[in-house]
């Protein structure tokens, strides 16, 4: 087993408290991304698990040991970083098997492992290569590599795709959830990119401010929010907000009064709340009866390949809107909007917190 339960993990320097109260519990084999802007907490986390950096209140436990002030060599993980950390004097092979060398291993079993792991990420030609002799790409490869040759209980990356370009992130994405399926080791990985994080992640933590302000798979991420927080920074084109008073069943909005009787939803108690939706979710056909209705005229279109954004100025408010190429209108176009309900969230604007009763 090689689960992992964090219980009311913190984080202090000096004053300043970066970590506030962490719990999580990650299950044996289970793929986690912690997600979040810079600043947020995530890579410190992490550091708290590897033990790079001391946990000053809390209970960190692996595969059933409590290892809250145990030695990183001690937690049974390998961590791979977002800079590589390979040495630049050895050859690749000499970095793959250097880890193995201090654990007593004979030569042929280090050779044994070594060429497992080489083939499996299809690192053969280059190991006679020093690093500074191969690519971003390829020297990442070496760092996932000589992390998995140890055989860990948990593998942990920090932002390992960070500093590739679009193509080779996408190469070594595939490259890593195929590695998890075969070896189904527990994994943490640390990203600020929501794509990384909905394609790897059987759940994602998102974090702010040193807080995990929601956790679930990407589905419940992406389609039941918990915050506005979350709603804003989960989906791209980023969620549309309509700032709100509410009036019984209806919202008085910047954009007129928009009548919400097909919705289920507790009231906001301050009358004050926003409405939601994602840009994804508005079309410019009637698909319901209970649809919104708005009016406006396009101000931009961003050509996405099969699909173009829209921005629509309804009544000062810029409302964005996702559709087929062969269904743009162009800028300067008045245009009509229809909004489905079923995909609407309403938030309470003081506290950030979602009110649709589902």
């Keep these: 087993m090689s689960n992992i339960t964090c219980k009311k993990l913190t984080k202090k320097y000096a004053d300043l408290q970066v970590v506030h109260g962490f719990d999580l519990e990650v299950k044996d084999e289970e793929f986690i991304v912690f997600l979040g802007p810079s600043g947020c907490g995530k890579s410190t986390i992490l550091r708290m698990l590897a033990g790079l950096e001391d946990i000053t209140t809390g209970t960190l436990e692996i595969g059933g040991r409590d290892v809250t002030t145990a030695?990183?060599?001690?937690?049974?993980?390998?961590?791979?970083?977002?800079?590589?950390?390979?040495?630049?004097?050895?050859?690749?092979?000499?970095?793959?098997?250097?880890?193995?060398?201090?654990?007593?291993?004979?030569?042929?079993?280090?050779?044994?492992?070594?060429?497992?792991?080489?083939?499996?990420?299809?690192?053969?030609?280059?190991?006679?290569?020093?690093?500074?002799?191969?690519?971003?790409?390829?020297?990442?490869?070496?760092a996932i590599a000589r992390a998995i040759v140890k055989t860990p209980e948990v593998f942990l990356f920090?932002?390992?795709?960070?500093?590739?370009?679009?193509?080779?992130?996408?190469?070594?994405?595939?490259?890593?959830?195929?590695?998890?399926?075969?070896?189904?080791?527990?994994?943490?990985?640390?990203?600020?990119?929501?794509?990384?994080?909905?394609?790897?992640?059987d759940r994602i933590v998102l974090m702010n401010a040193g807080n995990a302000e929601q956790i679930g798979t990407p589905q419940e991420i992406y389609t039941k929010p918990r915050t506005l927080f979350v709603a804003d920074f989960i989906g791209s084109p980023s969620m549309n907000f309509l700032p709100s008073t509410m009036e019984g069943p209806a919202a008085k909005t910047s954009v007129g009064i928009l009548t919400l009787d097909a919705m289920d939803f507790t009231p906001s108690t301050s009358g004050s709340a926003t409405l939601g939706i994602r840009p994804q979710n508005i079309s410019?056909?009637?698909?319901?009866?209970?649809?919104?209705?708005?009016?406006?005229?396009?101000?931009?279109?961003?050509?996405?390949?099969?699909?173009?954004?829209?921005?629509?100025?309804?009544?000062?408010?810029?409302?964005?809107?996702?559709?087929?190429?062969?269904?743009?209108?162009?800028?300067?176009?008045?245009?009509?909007?229809?909004?489905?309900?079923?995909?609407?969230?309403?938030?309470?604007?003081?506290?950030?917190?979602?009110?649709?009763n589902d």
Excluded: W
């Design 71 to 142: 030695e990183p060599g001690e937690r049974g993980v390998a961590m791979v970083f977002q800079n590589y950390a390979l040495y630049p004097h050895m050859t690749v092979r000499k970095n793959i098997a250097f880890g193995l060398r201090r654990s007593g291993l004979s030569a042929e079993e280090i050779d044994t492992k070594v060429n497992d792991v080489v083939q499996m990420l299809a690192l053969a030609p280059y190991l006679d290569r020093k690093p500074a002799q191969m690519s971003g790409g390829q020297q990442q490869r070496v």
């Design 158 to 201: 920090d932002e390992p795709l960070s500093n590739l370009d679009a193509k080779l992130r996408q190469q070594l994405r595939v490259e890593i959830a195929k590695l998890h399926k075969k070896l189904k080791t527990t994994t943490v990985f640390v990203t600020h990119d929501q794509l990384e994080a909905m394609t790897l992640a």
């Design 284 to 356: 410019l056909v009637r698909q319901n009866d209970s649809d919104l209705v708005l009016n406006g005229t396009v101000v931009f279109t961003e050509y996405l390949g099969n699909e173009v954004m829209m921005v629509v100025d309804c009544a000062g408010t810029e409302i964005s809107i996702v559709v087929d190429a062969p269904n743009a209108v162009a800028e300067g176009i008045e245009t009509t909007l229809y909004l489905a309900q079923e995909f609407l969230h309403v938030f309470d604007s003081e506290s950030g917190l979602r009110l649709n």
